[in-house]
């Protein structure tokens, strides 16, 4: 079955950086699209990054953009979210996402809380 284990997350000041990582199975990796969302306390889940399986180019929301790098490695299964310059407003769940044959899967999530 598929699944998306996320880890990686965790307290951090201001400025700081994370690297999330999300690790998949039990699919294809590589042909499938790849997304990081996010959650913070009283607000919608927001689309963070996209990332395409082939050509490994990521889209980024405006919030993150310059501060977020969204990588894969198809010979691990695994997705990265290197995070940069942490602001306290990136405070969230973390998680990642996709959708194969119409089924939409998320990980667990993982917490990350920016403050000093």
């Known amino acids: 079955q598929v699944q998306l284990v996320e880890s990686g997350g965790g307290l951090v000041q201001p400025g700081g950086s994370l690297r999330l990582s999300c690790a998949a199975s039990?699919?294809?990796?590589?042909?499938?699209?790849m997304n990081w969302y996010r959650q913070a306390p009283g607000k919608e889940r927001e689309l963070v990054a996209p990332?395409?399986?082939?050509?490994?180019?990521?889209t980024y929301a405006d919030s993150v953009k310059g501060r977020f790098t969204f990588s894969r490695d198809n010979t691990k299964n695994t997705v990265y979210l290197q995070m940069n310059s942490l602001k306290p407003e990136d405070t969230a769940v973390y998680y990642c996402y996709t959708r194969i044959s119409g089924g939409d899967y998320w990980g667990q999530g993982t917490q990350v809380t920016v403050s000093s």
């Open positions: 039990g699919f294809t990796f590589s042909k499938y699209v």
């Open positions: 990332i395409t399986s082939a050509s490994v180019r990521a």
